[in-house]
């Protein structure tokens, strides 16, 4: 069965949003949507008398709901607690699906190999850097299975040696809901040109997602090999990555319009009024629809 493994912070959900800074969160969601959104939204854990909040990501909850639809099973993977991913996890699976949540597993921190040894390094350690792997052979799949399993996940240092073809990636740091809101709720300028895009990258995942399953179905090939071919071949990035004198390893774009406009008419099937929050920044994008900040993937000359 295709399979879907997502990471969580930074993924789905921000992570560790303290007291003081939920506030504004509180007041745009209940402008937008209502009291009853940040029911749906907002996730509080008491940890030994210390609230954490975690927000689910615009589109989140629907990008779940996508998936299920699509007959794609859903796993998560998250270098966090057993404790917190457990109820992480079963909250905003009963936000997607009710009473009917459909079969999921978990796989936390004691399910990462962290690389110890120079023998670790050679059988761990592929394209991407990184001390800690979350391997899918052998943890989430077996062999046989591994072809259609992909790893949703921010960080590409977490895909291991000859793996790195699993990793679906929008590498943006988890931070967004602590700055945007309150800056547009006092009508501060940015603090850099792709502010308030990262809070939007659910609507990418369901995009690019959808066309990695579109041209498996069409070509009749595995999900890897059609995550590289979306991700990598079609942008005329060469896969594996390398790096080049300068030092630049190119990566999958993640920040162009394309695959943000398409996801977001797919899960606005589950949520007709799910949009961007304060529209589409002119920062973000040029007429092309291209990423304004971009970094050639070009080899330098």
């Known amino acids: 069965m295709r399979r879907f493994v997502f990471d ?32 749906r939204l907002v996730y509080l854990w008491d940890r030994g008398g210390v609230p954490y909040y975690f927000v689910a990501y615009p589109g989140a909850i629907e990008l779940l709901q996508w998936v299920h639809s699509q007959n794609v099973a859903i796993d998560f993977f998250s270098s966090a607690t057993v404790e917190r991913n457990e109820w992480f996890c079963r909250e905003m699976m009963r936000t997607a699906f009710g009473e009917t949540v459909p079969s999921y597993r978990i796989f936390s921190a004691g399910h990462l190999k962290k690389l110890e040894t120079p023998e670790d ?28 399993c992909l790893l949703i996940d921010n960080e590409n240092n977490y895909a ?17 809901f602590k700055t945007y809101f309150a ?13 308030g ?12 997602l959808d066309q990695i399953l579109k041209r498996a179905d069409e070509k009749q090939i595995s999900l890897r090999d059609a995550a590289v071919e979306v991700q990598y071949l079609d942008e005329d990035i060469a896969f594996p990555p390398v790096m080049d004198a300068s030092g630049h390893q ?13 996801g977001l008419k797919l899960l606005q099937r589950f949520k007709p009024e799910l949009g961007f929050w304060y529209g589409i920044e002119p920062t973000w994008w040029d007429e092309q629809g291209i990423c304004v900040d971009r970094v050639s993937n070009k080899p330098a000359t």
């Not at 350690?125 to 792997?133: P, R, S």
């Not at 800056?183 to 502010?195: F, Q, V």
């Not at 895009?197 to 690019?208: K, M, P, R, S, T």
Request: proline share 4%; hydrophobic share 35%; charged share 30%.
């Open 183 to 195: 800056r547009k709720e006092e009508n501060e300028p940015y603090g850099a040109m792709l502010e």
């Open 8 to 39: 969580l912070d930074a993924t789905l959900e921000t992570p560790f949003v303290m007291h003081w800074q939920i506030a504004p969160i509180y007041k745009v969601i209940r402008e937008r949507y209502g009291e009853d959104e940040i029911d």
């Open 121 to 148: 390094e050679a059988f761990y350690l592929g394209c991407y850097a990184g001390k800690y792997k979350k391997r899918l052979q052998g943890v989430v799949v077996e062999e046989a299975d591994l072809p259609d």
């Open 160 to 176: 291991a040696k000859g793996e790195e073809g699993h990793l679906v990636h929008a590498g943006f740091h988890g931070t967004e």
């Open 250 to 262: 190119p990566t999958a774009h993640y920040k162009d319009a394309k695959y943000y406009l398409s």
């Open 197 to 208: 895009l990262e809070l939007h990258h659910c609507f990418y995942l369901a995009g690019v």
